[in-house]
Every structure is written in structure tokens, then in C-alpha cells.
């Protein structure tokens, strides 16, 4: 059925950017929110930007002002640029979508996501 695909992560160092993407395939009809979220070993999953399918966005505190979440118009794509990359980004990204509509209220909270990506790992170095 649905599956969600990112692409992307690699390795840079403190300051670089790198560009997530993320793609959705077999729906049929959009997803009300697609959302990045990032784990690292020993740490709680985090969300870290999404966007509702009326196009708002939510970014986490620690991310705001670095990181840029956008949709294609057919809102079965979205891209996550990192910039000024810091050792404390280095984790593994998921992608996610979600048909409920709990997702509107809190675009960050990964419960209310239904479908996930298996990851893509981004690490940054100092």
C-alpha cells in the first residue's frame, strides 16, 4: 500500500547542509501532514518540521531558523534543507504521513502519523 521513501542524509561537518526528500507513494489521496522526525541512539524521538496539506508548517525549537520544510505541488513530496549543521543534528530522519486528523493539531507529535520511512542517517561531524 502506502509507502514513504526519504533520500538524502549523508555526511558533513559542522556548518554544512544537506537536502532531505521524501516521497510517498501508492496513496490515494494526499496526506493531511507529512513530517520530519529524528532519533538519535539513547534519545527520545523528536519531530523536527512538518507541513499540513493546507501548507502549515511547524518546526521544533532546536531546528528553527536552520532547517526548511517544503511540499511539491502534488503534496506527495516533501524536502527538508538543513543548513548550518551542528553535531547535535546527527541522527537518523524519518519521514512520515498521516491520513488521521490529529495531525493538524500537532504536526510534531509522531503518534499521530500513520506511515513511516525506513530513514535516512545524517551524520555531522565537528
Known amino acids: 500500500q502506502v509507502q514513504v521513501v526519504e533520500s538524502g542524509g549523508g555526511s558533513v561537518q559542522s556548518g554544512g547542509s544537506l537536502r532531505l526528500s521524501c516521497v510517498v507513494y501508492g496513496y490515494t489521496y494526499s496526506s493531511y501532514c507529512m513530517g520530519w522526525f529524528r532519533q538519535a541512539p539513547g534519545k527520545e524521538r523528536e519531530g523536527v518540521a512538518a507541513?499540513?496539506?493546507?501548507?502549515?508548517?511547524s518546526y521544533a525549537d532546536s531546528v528553527k531558523g536552520r532547517f526548511t520544510v517544503s511540499q511539491d505541488n502534488a503534496k506527495n513530496t516533501v524536502h527538508l534543507q538543513m543548513m548550518s549543521l551542528k553535531p547535535e543534528d546527527t541522527a537518523m530522519y524519518y519521514c512520515?504521513?498521516?491520513?488521521?486528523?490529529?495531525?493538524?493539531?500537532?504536526?510534531?507529535?509522531?503518534?499521530?502519523?500513520?506511515?513511516w520511512g525506513q530513514g535516512t542517517q545524517v551524520t555531522v561531524s565537528s
Open positions: 507541513i499540513d496539506i493546507e501548507g502549515s508548517i
Open positions: 512520515a504521513a498521516s491520513w488521521g486528523p490529529k495531525c493538524w493539531l500537532q504536526l510534531l507529535e509522531g503518534k499521530y502519523y500513520n506511515y
